[in-house]
């Protein structure tokens, strides 16, 4: 039985991260304890580490992308057993008993700071714990790597784009081609949606159309926005900043739809949203059925993120290179000793 976990932890807002050593969470009766080996790297963490929402408790083990090998049951589980491969996504566990709970829309459960895979300590460790019914067996033929970057990416892409596409006869657009954004023209492109890139990078036009793109648009301004007017039933922004609201607005068709996935800062002229009757909706990651159809639409469809695989002991390094928008598109930490 573990005893004692080893992990990287921030003992304060914005400091970089340090070797943690920690004894092992309980086990309850629904929970598996889970040896990490991979855990992707995603800029939630930096923020959850700048406490950025106001829920940050130090020391802080970040890390909510998370793949490896149950090494632990408790009591109640039967449908997992040690040395299964498994994965993990920002949560691992609800309060089961609110209304959202109750719907089966477990990630808008009412205790949201308490249910998320990093409480007590997240994934940039030797080992978690979380309530099974949140832990999903890694399907047959997917990497590790590639399973890891899905938790929390790609079902947030995956989960916009069920619920809001209706038919393969829509004209996607998605904006920002980074992280989120390459993972959602993949999808968009296997869901048989025409999928336009906006993108403020004019280098990124050829990587964003061999990740299934039928166009690209440069979004530095009005005027190279201009001819996409009136042109999207949707759009799904994974950006988080550089955003020309106005333009992008009005690239939507009548009663189109902008999709939200980040936390930009929005500042919009209201008479487009009104006279065009446009509809302006966040989505927040998915439930654990949207999750299970994930993994089967990505292993389908071979949806596959574009990454780098650094050592868990270089994740200040690894974590500086997302900060500073370097990481094409994802990094993935490798725990050496599992």
Known sequence: MTTRILGYAANAVGESLQPFEYAAPRLGAHDVRVSVTHCGVCHTDIQAID?????????????????????????????????????????????????????????????????????????????????????????????????????????????????????????????????????????????????????????????????????????????SMRPVDYGYDLLICTANNGIDWSSLLMSLKKRGRLVLLGFPNIALNSTNLVAHELSITGSLIGNPATMRAMLSFAQDHDIKPALELMPMSEVNAALQRVKENKARYRIVLVNESQ
């Open 51 to 223: 406490d950025y929402y106001g829920i940050t408790s130090f020391p802080f083990v970040p890390g909510h992308e998370i793949v490896g090998v149950v090494s632990e049951v408790g009591s109640d589980v039967s449908s997992l057993k040690e040395g299964d491969r498994v994965c993990i996504g920002w949560q691992a566990r609800s309060c089961g008993e609110c209304e959202w709970c109750l719907k089966g829309e477990t990630q808008l459960c009412m205790r949201i700071e308490d249910t998320t895979v990093m409480v007590p300590y997240g994934g940039f460790s030797s080992s978690v714990v979380a309530d099974h019914r949140f832990v999903y067996p890694l399907p047959a033929f997917m990497l590790g790597e590639v399973a890891a970057v899905l938790m929390c990416a790609g079902l947030s892409v995956f989960s916009a784009l069920q619920t809001h596409v209706t038919g393969p006869e829509l004209k996607v657009a998605v904006v920002g081609v980074g992280g989120l954004g390459h993972i959602a023209i993949q999808c968009a492109h296997a869901l048989g949606c025409e999928v336009t890139a906006i993108s403020s990078s004019p280098d990124k036009k050829e990587q964003a159309l061999g990740f299934g793109a039928d166009h690209f648009v440069v979004s530095t301004g009005k005027d």
